[in-house]
């Protein structure tokens, strides 16, 4: 007998776009803009483009170097349908990235030290590595001004984000959050989900399931912040029987 299986997001990991670049505490990018960074379209930090976003900021004239991930990863392909979404991106998604540019470094540790490392490099990687290496984070302007990276921000974009499942199976239309307008809301995150059968345990496994989940979607959230995560927004909420639900 088929058991549904219900996918619960419980933890949003935003991408950090961090570089490093001698004088430049504070950047604005758009989506289109960091596709032509990660395209290999606009190569030096002083481009038009760049500017444009930036008013009177000063930007060297220094090459961009692009740091990618050279495994596997969810990160990149996030990275790249956000780009497509939102920023007219035509290289392509998946776990392989394809912008054909750049030198690339193996894992999250990889990409954000080589970062730290080069003036003048820039990379996309999961917050918690940005912080970590403190590497300088971008602020996003996706139409309605520039947004800075935190956890409120970030938690924005997923109040408005649309569920493409159904009943409790809480997939999320990422695309929502990728091509949010909202103001203050950060569009650049990827969702990790439980995944749980709908129907099928015995009564004690049932139980140990909705305790855990209750568990994990009220005060299992409390240091999520502190680690470089977001926390589910208040749109996100746990019924009595346990399942996490949206309002």
């Known amino acids: 007998k088929e058991n549904p299986a219900w996918n619960l ?18 950047l604005v990018l758009d989506a289109k803009t960091t596709a032509a960074i990660f395209s290999g379209a606009v190569k030096k930090w002083n481009d038009p483009a760049i500017k444009a976003l930036n008013g009177s900021a000063s930007l060297p004239d220094k090459d961009i170097a692009v740091i990618y991930r050279s ?9 790249q349908k956000y780009l497509k979404v939102a920023g007219g991106w035509t ?6 990235f394809k912008g054909g540019v750049g030198e690339g470094k193996e894992k999250s540790a990889g990409v954000s ?11 996309y990687v999961e917050w918690s590595f940005a912080q970590d290496n403190k590497l300088s984070v971008a602020k ?14 970030a938690g924005k974009a997923i109040d408005g984000a649309k569920v493409k499942g159904e009943g409790n199976n809480l997939v999320l239309d990422l695309n929502s959050i990728y091509g949010t307008k909202a103001a ?24 140990a399931v909705k305790a855990f989940l ?20 208040k749109a996100f909420h746990v019924r009595r029987d346990g399942v996490v639900s949206h309002d």
Not at 9 to 26: N, Q, T
């Open 91 to 96: 290289k392509g998604d998946g776990k392989q």
């Open 9 to 26: 997001p419980l933890v949003f990991g935003p991408v950090a776009v961090g570089y490093k670049v001698s004088g430049v505490d504070s």
């Open 140 to 153: 996003i302007d996706a139409g309605a001004g520039a947004v800075e990276l935190t956890a409120e921000s």
């Open 214 to 233: 209750t568990v994990a979607a009220s005060t299992g959230q409390a240091q999520l912040a502190d680690a470089g995560y977001v926390p589910l927004p």
């Open 184 to 207: 203050g809301a950060y569009p650049l995150l990827l969702a990790t989900y439980e995944i749980v059968c709908s129907k099928g345990y015995d009564a004690d496994t049932a139980k």
């Open 71 to 79: 495994d596997e990863s969810g990160t990149t392909d996030n990275f």
């Open 113 to 123: 030290q080589a970062v730290g490392s080069i003036d003048g490099a820039i990379t």
